[in-house]
């Protein structure tokens, strides 16, 4: 009992922590590939300093006493989100909007948001350091335990209160975004854009209209993910930059364009690199007693060490680009 | 007074021009036809007056206001619409979605005119939660032809309605578009099955080379030896 247990907390939890993290990133990548045509490479920079903008909140709010009953990293998302949208549609404006207009290709712009990505970086350690930074030194991150004694374990399922958030706020956000998507003019025309650019313009669609709302949306997410992830580890400056390349892998695998597609992309590379770093010698422990004597399990069973995690997100690349090279949701191949 | 005029349009992709002075004009009473050989500059024509590309000489009047390289979001709220020749429909929307994206630029309520689009292609009422993509050729040419007259337009422009259909939905799409002219909607139309076409146009132009080459009504354009020769395949008895 205390392997399945063991087994929840490793790979059912955290597998759908990262998942839920991957699948927010991915979205706003497929949603501003969809409708600029590029890959918006400062992605992961985006949710790092969305992550900051809600640290500073935190800091504020406990300079000035305040204690709430949720996380104050949760307690402040709603204006952190708002400030990153902010910053986002800034960023587009200063640095992507006139490339644009100057009929760049989408190959300037990708080189466009990795300088994008290097400044960012930049900015965050000129103003804050190279240091690791926790949302909990002022207040203590409650762990919920569930006992599972009435199954005869002796471990309990153990999940942290900011987790319970992060899969809760995801929910919430994915049921939002379809919301959005198939119920509102302005998400219609979004998709309408993603699909054919010309005949939006055509049928007098406001483009520069949904190219905000698309930069709302996805840097209001990336704050959302940035966020979480800072909640869930701790906050230093390259945070997300060490994602962007699995969250690129799932909005690939989802299809590009696909917002659907990027949420089970997330999940699907997020539950993968879960499955491959988890020792399941742990799991299989039982089998000790029935091996034949002087035989034992190896006490580390993983597929892939835990330093080489990255390369799960590539390998479900290739195989799927392979077997559906437009994706599973069958995105866009340009 | 002329609902579109195009006077000596000279227009092009960037590079040498396409369109060498080209006179069209319209009224709102008429269904204009514009045919011609492959490469003629036939589809340049209109998408010159819709603002999707650079004219360089010449001027484009709309219902009496200079529209010369606007830009097409600013031209359909003025009672301009455009169907293009290919990618008409967007194919990963339903088709009331694509009817929804033709009223965009509408602030009042569209539903009347959905359901009379809907009594105009009974067709697409059935199939109003499908996705486009997933139609038949004819079917996403009423959704195209649907989704333009979702913003009530003056003027509809529409690039070749009849390519590759069978003759029944030809027909069909003709009937319709002298239904629509009926209601008081300017057509301006390329046609390659240009006989049927010119028989129920009002006015008809012929280009050539970018150049306009024969302009009368559909009626001498069909009579004319020289045109029936060399663009109608021949002279019908
Ligand atoms: N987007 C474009 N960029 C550059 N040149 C173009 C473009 N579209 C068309 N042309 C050129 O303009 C000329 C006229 O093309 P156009 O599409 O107007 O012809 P058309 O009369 O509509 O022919 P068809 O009957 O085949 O539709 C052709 O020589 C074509 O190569
Ligand atoms: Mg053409």
Redesign the pocket.
């Given at each position: 009992m205390n392997e399945l247990i063991f087994f929840i907390n490793k790979v059912l939890i955290s597998g759908a922590i990262l998942g839920s993290i991957y699948a927010l990133g991915a979205v706003g990548v497929t949603l501003i590939f969809g409708i600029l045509r590029f890959a918006h490479f400062a992605h992961g920079d985006m949710m790092t300093l969305g992550a900051f903008v809600s640290y500073i909140l935190v800091t504020l709010l406990v300079a000035m006493g305040v204690t709430a009953p949720i996380p104050l990293g949760i307690l402040v998302l709603p204006v952190a989100m708002a400030i990153a949208a902010v910053i986002a549609l800034g960023i587009d404006k200063g640095f992507y909007a006139p490339l644009r207009a100057r009929g760049s290709k989408p190959v300037v712009l990708l080189i466009a948001s990795i300088g994008v990505t290097l400044m960012i970086q930049g900015l965050i350690r000129l103003f804050a350091g190279v240091g690791t930074r926790s949302f909990f030194d002022a207040e203590a991150k409650d762990i919920f335990r569930i006992d599972m004694s009435w199954l005869g374990a002796t471990r309990d399922i153990s999940i942290t209160e900011p987790q319970i958030w992060m899969i809760g706020l995801t929910v919430v956000a994915v049921i939002l975004l379809h919301i959005f998507l198939t119920g509102t003019r302005l998400g219609k025309a979004m998709r309408a854009m993603a699909d054919n650019m010309d005949l939006a313009l055509v049928s007098g669609i406001n483009t520069a209209l949904v190219v905000r709302v698309t930069w709302v949306i996805a840097g209001s997410l990336a704050c959302l993910a940035g966020t979480m992830l800072a909640l869930d580890v701790t906050l230093k400056p390259d945070l997300a930059f060490n994602i962007v390349l699995p969250i690129f892998a799932a909005a690939i695998v989802g299809g590009l364009g696909q917002s659907y597609g990027a949420i089970a992309g997330g999940y699907l590379v997020g539950f993968a690199e879960t499955l491959a770093v988890f020792n399941w010698s742990a799991v299989l422990r039982p089998l000790n007693d029935v091996l034949p004597a002087g035989w034992s399990l190896p006490q580390n069973l993983a597929l892939v060490p835990t330093e080489y995690k990255l390369t799960v997100a590539f390998v479900i690349l290739v195989v799927v680009l392979l077997v559906r090279p437009t994706g599973i949701f069958r995105g866009a191949s340009t | 007074m002329a609902l579109v005029s195009l006077h000596d349009v000279t227009a092009g992709?960037g590079?040498a021009p396409?369109l060498h002075g080209v006179n069209i004009s319209i009224e709102a009473s008429d269904v204009g036809v514009i045919v011609?050989p492959?490469?003629?500059?036939?589809?340049?024509a209109l998408k010159s007056i819709f603002g999707l590309l650079k004219v360089s000489e010449g001027s484009i009047v709309f219902d009496g206001d200079d529209i010369t390289n606007r830009s097409p979001d600013s031209l359909v709220p003025k009672g301009l619409s455009f169907v293009p020749?290919e990618h008409n429909v967007f194919t990963s929307l339903s088709v009331s979605e694509n009817l929804e994206m033709g009223a965009f630029t509408r602030t009042d309520d569209f539903a009347d005119t959905m359901t009379e689009v809907y009594d105009m292609f009974p067709d697409l009422k059935l199939k109003r939660h499908q996705r486009a993509g997933e139609l038949s050729g004819g079917q996403r040419q009423m959704v195209a032809m649907g989704r333009a007259l979702m913003s009530r337009p003056k003027l509809l422009l529409l690039d070749?309605p009849s390519a590759g259909l069978s003759p029944r939905y030809m027909m069909e799409i003709f009937a319709q578009v002298a239904r629509i002219n009926q209601t008081g909607v300017g057509v301006l139309m390329?046609e390659?099955n240009a006989r049927q076409a010119l028989g129920f146009a009002t006015k008809g132009f012929v280009l050539a080379n970018g150049s306009n080459l024969f302009t009368g009504t559909g009626q001498d354009l069909l009579n004319d030896p020289d045109v029936a020769k060399s663009f109608l395949g021949g002279h019908q008895p």
């Amino acid at each position: 009992m205390n392997e399945l247990i063991f087994f929840i907390n490793k790979v059912l939890i955290s597998g759908a922590i990262l998942g839920s993290i991957y699948a927010l990133g991915a979205v706003g990548v497929t949603l501003i590939f969809g409708i600029l045509r590029f890959a918006h490479f400062a992605h992961g920079d985006m949710m790092t300093l969305g992550a900051f903008v809600s640290y500073i909140l935190v800091t504020l709010l406990v300079a000035m006493g305040v204690t709430a009953p949720i996380p104050l990293g949760i307690l402040v998302l709603p204006v952190a989100m708002a400030i990153a949208a902010v910053i986002a549609l800034g960023i587009d404006k200063g640095f992507y909007a006139p490339l644009r207009a100057r009929g760049s290709k989408p190959v300037v712009l990708l080189i466009a948001s990795i300088g994008v990505t290097l400044m960012i970086q930049g900015l965050i350690r000129l103003f804050a350091g190279v240091g690791t930074r926790s949302f909990f030194d002022a207040e203590a991150k409650d762990i919920f335990r569930i006992d599972m004694s009435w199954l005869g374990a002796t471990r309990d399922i153990s999940i942290t209160e900011p987790q319970i958030w992060m899969i809760g706020l995801t929910v919430v956000a994915v049921i939002l975004l379809h919301i959005f998507l198939t119920g509102t003019r302005l998400g219609k025309a979004m998709r309408a854009m993603a699909d054919n650019m010309d005949l939006a313009l055509v049928s007098g669609i406001n483009t520069a209209l949904v190219v905000r709302v698309t930069w709302v949306i996805a840097g209001s997410l990336a704050c959302l993910a940035g966020t979480m992830l800072a909640l869930d580890v701790t906050l230093k400056p390259d945070l997300a930059f060490n994602i962007v390349l699995p969250i690129f892998a799932a909005a690939i695998v989802g299809g590009l364009g696909q917002s659907y597609g990027a949420i089970a992309g997330g999940y699907l590379v997020g539950f993968a690199e879960t499955l491959a770093v988890f020792n399941w010698s742990a799991v299989l422990r039982p089998l000790n007693d029935v091996l034949p004597a002087g035989w034992s399990l190896p006490q580390n069973l993983a597929l892939v060490p835990t330093e080489y995690k990255l390369t799960v997100a590539f390998v479900i690349l290739v195989v799927v680009l392979l077997v559906r090279p437009t994706g599973i949701f069958r995105g866009a191949s340009t | 007074m002329a609902l579109v005029s195009l006077h000596d349009v000279t227009a092009g992709y960037g590079g040498a021009p396409i369109l060498h002075g080209v006179n069209i004009s319209i009224e709102a009473s008429d269904v204009g036809v514009i045919v011609g050989p492959n490469g003629a500059g036939k589809s340049t024509a209109l998408k010159s007056i819709f603002g999707l590309l650079k004219v360089s000489e010449g001027s484009i009047v709309f219902d009496g206001d200079d529209i010369t390289n606007r830009s097409p979001d600013s031209l359909v709220p003025k009672g301009l619409s455009f169907v293009p020749q290919e990618h008409n429909v967007f194919t990963s929307l339903s088709v009331s979605e694509n009817l929804e994206m033709g009223a965009f630029t509408r602030t009042d309520d569209f539903a009347d005119t959905m359901t009379e689009v809907y009594d105009m292609f009974p067709d697409l009422k059935l199939k109003r939660h499908q996705r486009a993509g997933e139609l038949s050729g004819g079917q996403r040419q009423m959704v195209a032809m649907g989704r333009a007259l979702m913003s009530r337009p003056k003027l509809l422009l529409l690039d070749e309605p009849s390519a590759g259909l069978s003759p029944r939905y030809m027909m069909e799409i003709f009937a319709q578009v002298a239904r629509i002219n009926q209601t008081g909607v300017g057509v301006l139309m390329v046609e390659q099955n240009a006989r049927q076409a010119l028989g129920f146009a009002t006015k008809g132009f012929v280009l050539a080379n970018g150049s306009n080459l024969f302009t009368g009504t559909g009626q001498d354009l069909l009579n004319d030896p020289d045109v029936a020769k060399s663009f109608l395949g021949g002279h019908q008895p």
